[in-house]
């Protein structure tokens, strides 16, 4: 199978510090991935490299082409949905025109990404007209995952999605990437929680100090493995 994306020999830093030291990975159509490592890793400046938001070298191919030199826009043109860290939505604006303005240009396929979102996310449907202020910590989650969904992204970047929710709450904004996944989007899951990852990822990659040490089917990482990552050995 040709790789939706794949990453070769990926560095970047800050200044003179560097957060990632030749990572190199795959990820197939289709395919859902966790990326686990512990705070400081690396996790939010991979994610970052690959949408061109932080410089980095290396090669960078999604859907057959390269990346390298693309500008932000260009690459979520392509296809990379993201969803940073915090739950970026306009508090200002209804959760439906938070949606509308994350969409596609034409008004009938924005129309029906909307209704889409609505499915996926009935809490955010009976909502449409509210602020997006007025909304929970676990709903502007949903409606941060919506607006990256209204770009009919192949692939979908998300950063700590449970940070700051609630269990229950987390454990629903879970069960919607499940959703997603199984509707056929590739979705990279950069988190701290390595367990609510590993309910919906069936293949993992661990991160430490800025590189790959460890890249498998969930049931081939070792306890070791991932304690090493979290807890430095
Ligand atoms: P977290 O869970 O805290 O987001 P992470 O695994 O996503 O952790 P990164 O945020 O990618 O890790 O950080 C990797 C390294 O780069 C860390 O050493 C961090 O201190 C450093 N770093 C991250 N952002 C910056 C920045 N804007 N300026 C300087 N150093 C940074």
């Not at 690396?42 to 082409?65: E, H």
């Not at 990379?80 to 009938?108: C, H, K, Q, T, W």
């Not at 979102?117 to 602020?131: I, M, N, Q, T, Y």
């Amino acid at each position: 199978m040709t790789m939706l994306l794949s990453v070769d020999g990926l560095t970047a830093g800050y200044g003179g510090a560097r957060a990632l030291d030749g990572v190199s990975l795959g990820i197939e159509a289709g395919e859902t991935v966790a990326l686990l490592g512990a705070n400081g890793a690396g996790k939010s400046t991979l994610l970052k490299a690959l949408l061109g938001l932080v410089p980095a070298r290396g090669a960078l191919r999604f859907d057959g082409a390269d990346l390298g030199g693309l500008a932000t826009e260009a690459r979520v043109r392509r296809g990379i949905g993201y969803v940073p860290e915090g739950r970026r939505v306009f508090p200002g604006m209804s959760v439906r025109d938070n949606l509308e303005v994350a969409g596609l240009p034409a008004a009938r396929d924005r129309a029906r990404d909307v209704e889409r979102v609505f499915a996926l996310f009935p809490d955010l449907a009976a909502k449409s007209g509210e602020h997006a202020w007025r909304l929970s910590g676990g709903q502007q989650q949903m409606l941060s995952l919506g607006r990256a969904l209204m770009g009919r992204p192949r692939l979908l970047l998300l950063d700590e999605p449970s940070l700051g929710l609630s269990p229950k709450l987390a454990d629903e904004v879970f069960a919607a990437i499940g959703r997603i996944a199984a509707a056929g989007t590739a979705v990279l899951l950069a988190e701290q929680s390595a367990v609510r990852a590993l309910r919906v990822a069936p293949r993992a990659i661990l991160l430490r100090l800025g590189r790959v040490v460890g890249d498998g089917p969930v049931a081939s990482l070792s306890e070791e493995a991932l304690r090493d990552v979290f807890f430095g050995g």
